[in-house]
T-cell receptor, first 119, second 114 residues
Framework: AQTVTQSQPEMSVQEAETVTLSCTYD???????LFWYKQPPSRQMILVIR??????QNATENRFSVNFQKAAKSFSLKISDSQLGDTAMYFC????????????????FGQGTRLTINP | DSGVTQTPKHLITATGQRVTLRCSPR?????VYWYQQSLDQGLQFLIQ???????AKGNILERFSAQQFPDLHSELNLSSLELGDSALYFC?????????????FGEGSRLTVL
């Protein structure tokens, strides 16, 4: 079974600081996608960044970047120059590819990290 | 706006009752997923439909059922409700075959069982 573990239930940093959220996963699959989703108080799930396992280069989206260590099954999210609007729950998620059965995919989530950016 | 529409946004009901949550996926998406998020918890996968057929099942209770209709919208039926069923229920959709694996989420339906 695939599992995703986020070991930091809560984190808090000052505005403009850099923060890193940790995520580890367990799978026997060789091809998969990894995601970080953000859930602000509005509760909408918003995709922050995506990483394909077959790509060695770490994904980057503006102030958000990942450190993907495939052998260690680690996928951390770094937020640079943090802003008040970054305050949210952050979920790490995993999905194997290609689907074993056509159309069958299951995104597995970690338990989340509650990030607070303080002014 | 993700393009996924969920109704109702909020629902308050009593124990023992039955409710139906509705989801309209993004235009062109064939897969619909249902997730349950209890208070301060991660998202627990309930069930997935692809083009009208059930494709994957998670820890969905027997009191819960779902279906996907020919127009691809989906409904999640929750019956004999218990206090512990209070949660945020998310619907998500994806292309599933040629997509990037990304799921697009609705805003969720907040169910409160009193």
């Amino acid at each position: 079974a695939q599992t995703v573990t986020q070991s930091q239930p809560e984190m808090s940093v000052q505005e403009a600081e850099t923060v890193t959220l940790s995520c580890t996963y367990d799978t026997s699959e060789s091809n998969y996608y990894l995601f970080w989703y953000k859930q602000p108080p509005s509760r909408q799930m918003i995709l922050v960044i995506r990483q394909e396992a077959y790509k060695q280069q770490n994904a980057t989206e503006n102030r958000f970047s990942v450190n993907f260590q495939k052998a260690a099954k680690s996928f951390s999210l770094k937020i640079s120059d943090s802003q008040l609007g970054d305050t949210a729950m952050y979920f790490c998620a995993f999905i194997p590819l290609p689907p074993i059965i056509q159309g069958a995919q299951k995104l597995v989530f970690g338990q989340g990290t509650r990030l607070t950016i303080n002014p | 706006d993700s393009g996924v529409t969920q109704t109702p946004k909020h629902l308050i009901t009593a124990t023992g009752q039955r409710v139906t949550l509705r989801c309209s996926p993004r235009s062109g998406d064939l897969s619909v997923y249902w997730y349950q998020q209890s208070l301060d918890q991660g998202l627990q996968f309930l069930i997935q439909y692809y083009n009208g057929e059930e494709r994957a099942k998670g820890n969905i209770l027997e009191r819960f059922s779902a279906q996907q209709f020919p127009d691809l919208h989906s409904e999640l039926n929750l019956s004999s409700l218990e206090l512990g069923d209070s949660a945020l229920y998310f619907c998500a959709s994806s292309v599933a075959i040629t997509g990037t694996g990304e799921l697009f989420f609705g805003e969720g339906s907040r169910l409160t069982v009193l």
